[in-house]
């Protein structure tokens, strides 16, 4: 048992990206500047995306697209309870009330048919998530959006490099909001980035996210001189810095062959995986995209595994193997039970999925061989059972019911 400790999730940083984390701190410029502003013209370029803002993170995103929406009192937000906890605190710190919807259980995303009915007087904006980097049907979505005439915001924070009939996340629609953090597709060590077609939208964003200050407004009085700047409205400091940015234009240029390669470690776990009577694999739905494979989350059923996924995560664990939980059902925290009056109960088949899912290890850099040892430690913990003869005969279809 002397194997290294392996992580379900770690960061490719190339001798490249260290070299211009290192010029940029030698520059004398590290705060937001030329290397922000490159990301910024890069993003662009790679999202084909008219208005890009880098942040601190996705949660700053999310709350500066959300705060500019100017949501009243009461206002509706239509999200996923199968998120994490920043897709709702967000909603709640910009005003807004979180309505949540069930999730489809063979996608694990929003589940589309449950949406119209959730649609009130108050709704004002729908927010799904590209859970583990596989789109939302966002032809259905925007359809009723549009009948609705509600906003949408993506949080597409494990979407980045994802496609949805051929088009970019990020490419067309309203807004979407993607994380850089070092568990995601790509990083910034911290970091995120807001995405709109909404020119006033991505103008109230740059305001916020910089103290409100303006300093076309200065200009504006015919002065001259950018020393000066108005503050037209009380702004946070959410800005992104030129040393995260100067990761970031490395991180870019590789972020399509590191998705490729998650994509052969996914396709990977789904083969080896495909007959195992301990687990649902993840499904694909059947219009044309592209998933960008942020997480692999296979569902562990109890009943064959005899284990509670806790226990099946302590045990990789104790074999040196790191697991991630992505994510347990959002509305049975504490302070949106309380504050929301949620249930257990109110949306079954994210609960089931909180209870059972698993995200394995999955990452650019894992190798072959690593892979191999995750599926060694999986078949050594379930040897037991599955060696039982007749064991398939004695299960129900209750066993596989989500
Ligand atoms: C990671 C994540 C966020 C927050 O991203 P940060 O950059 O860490 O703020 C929001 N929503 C989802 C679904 C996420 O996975």
């Known amino acids: 048992m002397s194997e290294e400790f392996l992580p379900f999730s ?6 490249a990206a260290i070299d211009e984390v290192v010029a940029c701190l030698e520059s004398g410029w590290i705060t937001t500047g030329p290397r922000v502003a490159k990301f ?8 084909n995306a008219p208005y890009v803002l880098p942040l601190a993170s996705a949660t700053a995103g999310l709350h500066l697209a ?19 906890a920043a897709t709702l ?11 949540l919807i069930d999730i489809d259980p063979a996608t694990l995303n929003m589940d589309l048919n449950q949406l119209e009915d959730a649609i009130t007087a108050k709704t004002r904006v729908i927010l799904p998530v590209h859970f583990a980097g596989l789109p939302v049907d ?26 949805y009939k051929g088009k970019k996340i990020g490419s067309f629609g309203d807004t979407q909001v993607f994380s850089f953090h070092p568990n995601k597709n790509m990083t910034t060590g911290e970091g ?41 409205v009380p702004g946070f400091k959410y800005n992104m810095m030129d040393i995260q940015a100067a990761l970031g234009l490395h991180q870019l240029v590789e972020l399509d062959s590191f998705i490729e390669r998650r994509t052969e470690l996914a396709k990977r776990y ?36 005899k284990m509670h996924r806790d226990e099946f995560m302590q045990k990789m664990k104790e074999k040196n193997i790191g697991t991630g939980l992505h994510y347990r059902a959002a509305h049975l925290y504490p302070y949106y039970r309380e504050k929301f009056g949620f249930m257990p109960g109110d949306f079954p088949h994210a609960e089931s999925a909180g209870e059972r899912i698993v995200s394995l290890p999955l990452f650019p850099s894992m190798t072959d061989a690593e892979h191999d040892r995750v599926l060694d430690v999986m078949y050594s913990i379930f040897d037991s059972q599955t060696k039982i003869d007749g064991f398939e005969a004695q299960l129900t279809e209750e066993s596989f019911v989500i």
């Open 40 to 47: 910024t013209e890069n993003l662009k370029e790679y999202l």
């Open 10 to 15: 770690k960061p490719s940083i190339s001798r």
């Open 138 to 163: 966002l032809d259905v979505l925007y359809n009723i959006a549009d009948i609705h005439g509600l906003r949408v915001i993506e949080d597409a924070a494990h979407a980045i490099g994802t496609e």
């Open 192 to 232: 995120g980035c807001v995405v709109t077609q909404d020119e006033e939208l991505a103008k109230k964003i740059s305001l916020l996210r910089f103290h409100g200050m303006d300093r076309e407004a200065w200009n504006r009085f015919g002065k001259n001189g950018n020393q000066h700047y108005e503050i037209v």
């Open 66 to 84: 959300l705060l500019a929406l100017d949501l009243q009192p009461g206002d509706e937000v239509i999200t996923t309870p199968l998120t994490f």
């Open 270 to 305: 789904q083969e080896a995986l495909s007959d195992w009577l301990q687990w649902s694999l993840p499904q694909n739905p059947a219009f044309e995209h592209k998933h960008a494979w942020h997480l692999y989350t296979p569902l562990l059923n109890e009943l064959p595994a």
């Open 89 to 99: 605190n967000t909603i709640i710190l910009a005003g807004g009330k979180p309505v």
